[in-house]
Structures are given as C-alpha cells and as structure tokens.
C-alpha cells in the first residue's frame, strides 16, 4: 500500500498529501479495482438477460450475513460469501432444470433469500438496525485486505474471459447451439454465477444493498447503446464504469452523499447520454 499511497500523493487534491486521508486513498484503489470489475460483469449480465440476477445475489448475501452475525463469527462477510455462491448454484441448477423463465426463478430466490435474511435478523425480537449500514454502504471503510481479494478476484475474471469468452458469448447467445457443439453451458453459467456472487458479496458492505444492482446493469447498458462490436462493448462498459466510480466517489467526499448512490447517478447520467447519441454514433 505503500507504494499506492506514494503514487496518489502527487494529485492535486487536498486529502492526496502524504500521510493523510488514508481511507480516501483505500477508497480510491477499491475504486479502480471493483469499476473494471463489475464493467465486465456487467456485459455477461445485460447478454444473459439476467439484470435482477444480481439483486437476487445481494439479498442472499445479507442473508448469509445475518447468519454469519447469528453464528457470532467475527467475520460474517466470508459466511455471505459460501451462502451467495451456494446460492448461485442452486439458481443455475434450477433454471436449467426447469420450464421457467429466469426472472420468475429470480423472483422467487430473491423474495426467499431476503425474507429469510430478515426473519433471521429479527429472530427474538432483535432489531434490525445493525444492519442498516448494509443498504447503503460505506466505501471509506474499506479495508486494505478486502481490496487485495477483489483485485484476485478481478485477475480471475479477467483470466476466464481470456480462456472461455468465445464459450461464454456462444453460452449467452445460443444456448442451444453452445451444447450441440459439447461446451458445458450449465458450468459456463455456473462460474459466471459464481464470480458475480463473489464480487456482489465483498462489495456489498461499501455500495450497498439498494444500489448494488445497477452497478452490474448500468454500465454495459449505456455500453450497448453505442456500440458497433463486441470488443467496443466491453471497452466502454469497463470505461463508463471506472470514470463513473471516480467520479462518484470525488462527489461522495466533497458534498458528503453516499459513494453507491453517486456513483450509480453517475452511471445513469452515462447511459441517458448514450442513449441520445445512439443513432448518430451507429450512424
């Protein structure tokens, strides 16, 4: 970190001095670690289909949360973790193995897992504020060691998009076609679950539950709208997502709003202006 905080120093900003603000410059790194990152989940979400997928994951990692808080762990967020990918999996299977229709199966993991989470939260009659700080989130307090995690989980991303994204794409696309030429579309689906459960997971307690979903939706949205190929799809997804969140979080700090809600403003604002130059940027 040390290093990071040496380069950070140089910004013109008054919490940039050296040895100053340091949860400013955690936030900033978590920042440009968890953009990139949830810029290409984004586009598997938006080509799957999946938007409220992501809402789903959320609710179940506050569920998993409650339960870690419940079993007295000191460190609840790895019990959301196993709970959010359980989770995953248990939807992957389900939407494969069943005639519905994936935002019915959402629907209904979703209203499970949080009733659930909220039963289990006020399970004796115990009050549910202790976990108000989950919906909104608090990306100063992020942790340099939660950062490295994302940053393992970026480069395990990356890795995979790298190794099967022509599998992945067939996947979303054809699912049908993908099986007849032998991909394994359920295990496809399964690690893209996983990987998204992850990272709703981690990220959860900086972003917050109400916001969270639209960082998997928005940027791969507003990336669709001016996009010509695949390629730019994802270069502007992962674009809109970094500069929206750098510019939320400057936002956050100088007027003192919520760094989820910024950011996520900031990517709305994003895909309203695409929205208005789709046709001259196809054209």
Known sequence: MGVWY?????LPFEWA??????????ALLAVLVISPLFGILSTMVVTNRMSFFSDALGHSAFTGMTIGALCGFAEPVWCAVVFAIAFSALFTVVRHRSNMASDTV?????????????????LGGKSFTKFNALLIGDILSVEPSKIGMLALILLIVIVLWCVSFNRLMLSSVHPGLASSRGIKVIWQEGIFSAAIAVTVTISMTWVGLLVINSLLVLPAAAARNISRNMWQFHLFSILGAVISGVAGLMTSYEIGTSAGASITLYLALFFIITFLFRNKWAA
């Open 6 to 10: 040496s380069l950070v120093s140089v």
């Open 106 to 122: 959402i629907g209904v993991f979703s209203s499970t897992a949080v009733a659930l989470g909220i039963f289990i939260a006020t």
């Open 17 to 26: 001095a050296s040895d100053t603000y340091l949860f400013m410059k955690n």
